[in-house]
């Protein structure tokens, strides 16, 4: 059996973060994931722009970037392409087409070992550690061992399969915010899209009120792309499933596929920018906003959001609002944060309390349903994953795999020299 001294399981923004900086701290790095690229939502889900990481001291006037580091790091490969553009006054979009690209050099870089199109489903344990996973793949079932694991699934698969408690969504019901199929649309007429934008949703709920829209979401969700001409649509929705249930998971893509067209046949028939205006694509997957959260050594609370907690075990910052599509029904709610204002998040929140060689990166860390409403954005996942890498390989470097024992002023000090934002 292949031995590695860090496997990382998935390779979305947490995962690829994990793998680099894993292996930029000398670790010997395997990356698995099911999809045939990096970049995750971004990349499988069409996900788009990255949002809010950065503040204003009231005071001072200054900017204050909270996501930085090997997330600054990779944006700043993409602004090579040209491949990140500011698409409104607080979101930067990036074209996920070079990022898959920019991802795929930088792990390369680092010697890190690849499996695309690999689905992870099984997990040896013993004595309250991971030996191995195993994967299938074209060349049938493989088994690789490791001495830490880091589980950047998003839905915490690794951490499940070994025996890790978790949350599914809401604590009063396991309801978890809605999924959504994102879209793109081509030859739109921008300029006059500006002027149809002001209306596009008062029409909206017209119709919606008139029964003719089925979709439940209360608006329509536009975004500028970096390319002319094409507008980026977050606005199907698909509440009450779980989308850790293989059933309910296909009847969200059925519904969510349903909506795509019934929403731009709705455009097209109704606003001359979209007159000459097609379907471009539909995400290879329907997005996946919450599912689970492990239950670790510490639960990241809504209460420590509000009162903008500063732990002593900080690796990550973060002030994006709690942004919590109803998974009922209609709605959003947010709660937004002042400028100047942030919260951080504990170490902690990685580390499960049952597997000892095992981190948990990305949307799936142990946290309520309304903190992860919050830290669950793009940005705020590659600074988790990139702790999580930092902290596997300095356990690697102990020759002490239990990641609780990593001691966090090294862990910090690694993670600000490389340019991340902790305080
Ligand atoms: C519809 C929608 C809109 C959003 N809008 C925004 C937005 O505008 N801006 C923003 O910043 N954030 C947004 N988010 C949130 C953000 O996209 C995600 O929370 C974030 O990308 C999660 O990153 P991650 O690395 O934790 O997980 P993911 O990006 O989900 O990566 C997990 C990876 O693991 C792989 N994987 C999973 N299970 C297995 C397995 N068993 N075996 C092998 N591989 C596996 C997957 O293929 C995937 O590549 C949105 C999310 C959704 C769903």
């Known amino acids: 059996m292949q031995k590695y001294d860090v496997i990382v399981a998935g390779g979305g923004f947490a995962g690829t973060a994990a793998a680099i900086s894993a292996a930029r701290g000398g670790a010997k790095v395997l990356i698995i994931d099911k999809g045939n690229s990096f970049g995750g939502a971004a990349a499988n889900c069409l996900v788009n722009p990255y949002m809010l990481y ?22 700043a490969e993409l602004a090579k392409f040209g491949a990140t553009k500011p698409v409104n006054d607080t979101d930067l979009g990036f074209h996920e087409e070079y990022l898959k690209l920019v991802l795929n050099r930088m792990v390369l870089k680092e010697k890190i070992d690849i499996l695309f199109n690999s689905y992870i489903h099984g997990c040896e344990t013993e004595e309250g550690k ?36 978790y949350r599914l969504g809401r604590e009063e019901d396991n309801l978890c915010q809605p999924m959504t199929l994102c879209f793109r649309v081509v030859n739109v007429d921008m300029e006059q899209f500006k002027k149809d934008r002001q209306i596009i949703n008062t029409v909206y709920k017209e119709h919606q009120a008139a029964g003719k829209i089925k979709n439940i979401r209360e608006d329509v969700l536009p975004f500028y792309t970096l390319i002319d001409g094409v507008i980026h649509f977050n606005s199907t929705r698909v509440v009450k499933k779980n989308p850790t249930d293989g059933r309910d998971i296909t009847l969200a893509e059925l519904d969510a596929r349903e909506q795509v067209f019934e929403l731009f046949d709705f455009l097209k028939a109704n606003f001359a920018s979209f007159k000459n205006a097609a379907i471009m694509n539909t995400a290879a997957q329907i997005g ?52 100047g204002d942030y919260y951080t998040i504990p170490y902690r929140c990685l580390v499960p309390n049952e597997i000892t060689n095992l981190l948990v990166a990305g949307r799936c860390i142990s946290s309520t349903h309304e903190a992860q409403a919050s830290y669950r954005i793009m940005p705020v996942c590659c600074c988790l994953g990139e702790a999580a890498g930092t902290a596997a390989a300095l356990a690697v470097q102990s020759g002490n795999f239990d990641v609780e024992k ?16 902790i305080d």
């Open 54 to 75: 950065w503040t204003i001291n009231p005071k001072t006037k200054q900017k204050k970037v909270l996501s930085a580091g090997l997330f600054s790091e990779i944006n």
């Open 406 to 421: 990593v001691d966090i002023a090294t862990l910090q000090k690694t993670l600000k020299d490389n340019g991340a934002v």
């Open 288 to 339: 996946v906003r919450e599912s689970r959260m492990i239950i670790g050594k510490y639960v990241l609370t809504q209460e420590d959001l509000l009162t903008c907690t500063h732990f002593d075990d900080t690796i990550a910052t973060c002030n994006y609002d709690i942004d919590i599509h109803n998974p009922e029904g209609s709605g959003t709610s947010h709660y937004y944060f002042k400028p």
């Open 130 to 165: 991971i030996k191995s996973v195993t994967i299938v793949n074209k060349s049938g079932n493989t088994t690789y061992a490791a001495d830490v694991f880091i589980d950047c699934t998003g839905d915490a698969d690794i951490a499940v399969m070994s025996g890790c408690p």
